[in-house]
């Protein structure tokens, strides 16, 4: 059979609310033009992010009520720390109640002024959590990972040559600890391979680096693995999971992408000092540490939903969903960063609209316009994301990439709504020569993407 359908039968709905033009065009204004300030009921097909937003399954939601709610010793801990250590291989495991929290329970342990922290490329938390220690935070991507329309089968890949220069210019001693983002987020949602994570797991243990996974797609980097390395198609997924933690030390992870809950996360290491530092730090503010600010109905959802994620049926229809939306608008001459990555399709925002210069911000442009065509929320991962207002000139820094990533929320949608969103996408492109840019109005200090306010330079959805 040529069709991959959807490995799941729907039992429970969640209906839709339509909406007309007009009023997307209104929620929108009233939003600041942010989309992260819309009120979901006002979004029609939700590709905001991948982060919290799967359906659980059958067994996902029985395990909720087998929950054991006890504050110590809970029977869900132990099935979750069970899972861990099995899927994952580390003996140390965390819960914290995002991945964010295992990050900062993480550098605060071992971060301090001075120290340089190198990643493929570091996710907008970690990035933060890094610098909030005091510490720099360094992407080192493969040169192929910065170039959009590149295909290459690893484009997540570290520049394992640029970390040994970084490493020989600042010293290893200043270096706390090195990480790889899999599948790489920031970058493109693409895939690691296993001879980069041994090459970058060698050259840490040469150092006495600390090599940490931030693994929050893990199983969807795992089948890539499967589908595009030499050596790995008959192998399991789960045991090409295992095989790439086995080059790590230890792991943070948000259990709301590839752990197919709607919250959750751990710290995972073999450092049993380490940890036990940690669990100190975890108990000031996330909880005691058989709980770690889960519930534990939550802690028996993400057990269950780590068994799940690395079924293959379920990756193949995933990754499947993903490459036909990106095949889909490709196929119109809709610039999309290539090969598709495992968890979203990311639409190159400045070869789209390349008459709105970075300082414009055409990434936003193109979300907004996105939400006005169809009531489609995508995300911009571009200069408002990563860019900086200079405090003293005014002047927007702008980000090394333009980006809008569509991201899939796991078994959420069908088909026919994929199909709805290479329509609009295609609509915008149709009339993207009539789309302006758009300025800041108001931001925060940090991680200003979340609430920025921004203004339509040019008549907007006239
Ligand atoms: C989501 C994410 C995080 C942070 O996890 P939260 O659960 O959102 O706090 C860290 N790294 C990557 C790559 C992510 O995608």
New binding site residues.
């Given amino acids: 059979m040529r069709t991959i359908i959807e490995p799941f039968k729907i039992k429970v709905v969640e209906p839709i609310r339509m909406t007309t033009r007009g009023e997307r065009l209104e929620c929108l204004r009233a939003a600041g033009y942010n989309v992260f300030r819309l009120r979901s009921e006002d979004v029609i097909i939700d590709l905001l992010t991948d982060?919290?937003t799967a359906a659980m399954s059958a067994d996902q939601w029985a395990g909720v009520m087998r929950g054991d709610e006890a504050y110590a010793g809970s029977r869900s801990f132990y099935r979750f720390e069970e899972t861990v250590r099995r899927v994952f291989g580390f003996e140390q495991v965390i819960p914290t109640h995002?991945?964010?929290?295992a990050?900062r329970i993480l550098f605060s342990t071992v971060c301090r002024p001075g120290h340089v922290v190198p990643n493929n490329t570091h996710?907008d938390?970690?990035r933060a959590n890094i610098e909030a220690s005091g510490a720099r935070a360094v992407d080192l991507p493969i040169a192929e990972g910065r170039i959009p329309s590149l295909p290459h089968p690893f484009k997540g890949n570290l520049d394992v040559g640029a970390l040994e220069r970084l490493i020989g210019e600042v010293g290893a001693a200043r270096v706390p600890l090195c990480m790889l983002?899999v599948t790489n987020?920031?970058g493109g949602g693409q895939p690691v391979s296993m001879a980069n994570l041994r090459a970058v797991s060698q050259v840490c243990r040469s150092h006495g680096i600390p090599l940490y996974i931030?693994a929050?797609?893990f199983a969807e980097n795992a089948y890539l693995i499967k589908l595009r390395e030499e050596g790995y198609a008959a192998r399991s997924v789960a045991e090409i999971a295992r095989e790439m933690f086995s080059c790590a030390d230890g792991c943070?992870f948000?259990?709301?992408?590839d752990g197919l809950a709607n919250i959750g996360?751990f710290l995972a290491t073999n450092d049993a000092r380490l940890a036990e530092l940690e669990r100190d730090l975890l108990i000031l503010t996330e909880g005691f540490p058989t709980y770690g600010g889960l519930a534990g109905r939550d802690l028996e959802a993400i057990a269950i939903g780590l068994e799940e994620v690395l079924h293959e049926d379920y990756l193949q229809y995933r990754l499947a969903s993903v490459r036909y939306l990106g095949e889909h608008v490709f196929r119109e001459g809709v610039p999309i960063v290539q090969p598709p990555g495992g968890h979203a399709i990311y639409i190159d925002a400045a070869a789209f609209l390349p008459h709105v210069p970075p300082q414009e911000l055409p990434g936003q442009s193109l979300v907004a316009e996105l939400y006005v065509e169809a009531g489609i929320r995508g995300v911009e991962i571009g200069t408002v994301m990563f860019g900086r207002t200079d405090p003293e000139t005014g002047a927007e820094e702008a980000a090394s990439m333009e980006l809008v990533r569509l991201a899939m929320p796991r078994r959420v949608y069908t088909q026919s709504h994929v199909d709805y969103v290479v329509e609009a996408v295609l609509n915008v492109w149709e009339r993207r020569s009539r789309i302006g840019g758009f300025r800041i109005e108001h931001q925060a200090p940090v991680l200003r993407h979340f609430t920025a306010r921004f203004a339509p330079l040019y008549p907007f959805g006239s």
């Avoid at 948000?254 to 992408?257: E, F, G, P, Q, V």
């Fill in positions: 982060s919290g995002q991945g964010r929290a990050e996710f938390t970690t983002t987020n920031a931030d929050c797609r943070t948000s259990a709301k992408k996360g």
